[in-house]
């Protein structure tokens, strides 16, 4: 099974700020919820739930792209 979408952040910021983020993200998701769910995608965000993510999760993904030889593309 494949993992939720996702929002990235860049590595390259302040781990402060990225824990900012997040808790804003996660604190703030009902009205985040309601504007994707304003789209095109209606059905699909409307009972969606931001939380953080399990980088775990997400090998799957990486082994896909070290196999198709683009590995450098992400990072753990």
């Known amino acids: 099974m ?8 860049s590595n390259k910021l302040n781990s402060r700020v990225v824990e900012e983020y997040k ?10 919820v309601a504007a994707l769910a304003k789209g095109k995608s209606t059905k699909k965000y409307k009972t969606s ?6 980088d775990a999760d997400y090998d799957l993904i990486r082994d ?5 030889g683009e590995g450098g593309l992400i990072a753990p």
């Not at 494949?2 to 952040?9: F, K, N, T």
């Not at 739930?49 to 399990?54: C, T, Y």
């Not at 896909?64 to 198709?68: F, K």
């Open 49 to 54: 739930k931001l939380v953080v993510a399990n």
């Open 64 to 68: 896909v792209y070290q196999a198709i």
């Open 23 to 32: 808790n804003l993200i996660v604190n703030n998701q009902e009205q985040l």
């Open 2 to 9: 494949l993992p939720s979408d996702v929002i990235i952040i």
